[in-house]
């Protein structure tokens, strides 16, 4: 066959086969957001970086997505964006939100343009019939290793384990046998975590064990010996890790990085404030061996970008919704994998827990999840996270996973009109500002 005649039945066939698959623009519908309504759960969470407040985008093809984070204000203004769209046009209708306002958003802003965020990828999977880890490409991982928050204080008053307690709010992820630390000692509990499944045993360095009164000095002492007593417990294949919680400052972060460094913490969290992360930590970087962690507190990449770029940082803490969605963490990840830097996601709710499973499963770096639900269902959210024995599995249910049980919630926001601000390109398309 001379090589014309084999160029076209290679297109013969080509075209053959092609003409047999699905078109992805033919698959989906043509739609428009109709409506945004704004839920409280029954157990909502004040804080807004940790908000479980929910929000579903509705369509006019029976489509409905499911999101959360946010406030009923902040939701409320980005939900206007939205109204009249195209709920596939994801990228968007999440520049749209980002920009349709004067200003730059700040973090709380972009909490709830993540939670929108979520609710549009939800859509698409429904849309496709397919989970949205599947629209990412598809896992990477067949599970994702979690520690519980679970924390602890360390050293002080009753022996090393008194301070694990109390005051440190997520035992709830802790396993059954770790409990509260009731009659355990620190060693005990933090072998019982590696025991029930979980990659890690957290400690936090940052819980005042006096009332009030943090005295750094004193608790840089006591943290040092809480660590090695966490080291014999996890023992040689087990892992822990410490959130200094912003609570130390730069000298004193450094002292303890220093005593600890010999009991192989897998990450130091919030090890400075956050108000100085760009000048101490690449400081810090470079005058201990703790692998370092933050971002918990940030928001889209752009806080991110300095230290990952400079290998500053070894994980961060990004998470749902908070840096700004999907949309935004597949950007985060992707600067990640690029300089080789780990996520280690803050916890936030469960329908962002979802969410960050769907991302971060397809992410092929290293992951590490904080998660605080254990086993227990959630009364609202009859299908939402598939945890057993400290790992964390996707699904293959459409979208994010997650069915939302309406009676269990109560209605107190809902956006039907649009606004419209004008928002310029360039003419090849490409976007400006304002």
């Given at each position: ?8 039945s ?143 204080g ?62 750094v ?17 996890v023992g040689?294949?087990?892992d ?98 690029t ?39 959630i ?55 304002w």
């Amino acid at each position: 066959m001379n090589r014309r005649l084999f160029v076209k039945s290679m297109a013969a066939v080509s075209t053959s086969a092609l003409a047999g698959l699905p078109r992805a623009e033919a698959a989906l519908p043509q739609a428009k957001i109709t409506r945004v309504r704004i839920y409280q759960p029954p157990n909502l969470n004040q804080l807004f970086n940790q908000s479980n407040m929910l929000c579903t985008v509705e369509t006019d093809v029976g489509l409905t997505g499911i999101g959360e984070g946010g406030s009923k204000d902040t939701l409320e203004q980005c939900a206007g964006s939205l109204i009249g769209k195209n709920p596939f046009q994801i990228e968007t209708l999440w520049q749209r939100m980002y920009m349709e306002w004067f200003y730059p958003p700040g973090r709380e802003k972009i909490d709830a343009l993540g939670a929108l965020d979520l609710a549009l990828w939800d859509i698409k999977g429904k849309a496709f019939k397919a989970p949205v880890h599947q629209l990412l490409n598809g896992s990477e991982r067949d599970y994702m290793d979690c520690y519980p928050t679970g924390g602890v204080g360390g050293g002080g008053r009753g022996g090393a384990g008194r301070g694990a307690a109390a005051g440190a709010g997520g035992a709830t992820g802790a396993p059954p046998n770790a409990g509260r630390g009731a009659g355990m000692s620190l060693k005990e509990r933090a072998a019982a975590t590696i025991a029930a499944g979980y990659r890690a045993f957290r400690i936090d360095g940052g819980i005042g064990l006096s009332g009030n009164v943090f005295d750094v000095h004193q608790r840089v002492r006591e943290v040092a010996k809480a660590c090695k007593e966490v080291r014999e417990g996890v023992g040689d294949k087990g892992d822990w890790s410490i959130d200094f919680h912003q609570k130390f400052d730069f000298p004193d972060a450094l002292r303890l990085c220093r005593l600890i460094e010999e009991y192989e913490p897998y990450l130091v969290e919030d090890p400075t404030r956050d108000e100085q992360f760009l000048e101490d930590i690449p400081k810090l970087r470079k005058m201990t061996t703790c692998p370092l962690a933050a971002g918990e507190e940030w928001g889209q990449r752009w806080n991110f970008n300095p230290l990952v770029e400079h290998h500053d940082i070894d994980y961060i803490r990004a998470t749902l919704p908070n840096v700004g969605g999907i949309t935004e963490m597949m950007k985060i990840a992707a600067l990640c994998e690029t300089h080789a830097i780990g996520i280690v996601p803050h916890f936030t709710g469960p329908v962002s827990t979802a969410a960050l499973a769907n991302c971060l499963a397809t992410f092929p770096g290293p992951v590490l999840f904080e998660y605080n639900y254990g086993e227990r269902p959630i009364d609202y959210l009859p299908e939402c996270l598939d945890f057993k024995q400290g790992k964390l599995y996707t699904n293959e249910r459409p979208g994010l996973g997650v069915t939302l049980d309406l009676s269990k919630v109560k209605q107190i926001g809902e956006v039907t009109t649009p606004i419209s601000r004008q928002v310029y390109k360039r003419p090849d398309g490409s976007l400006t500002h304002w």
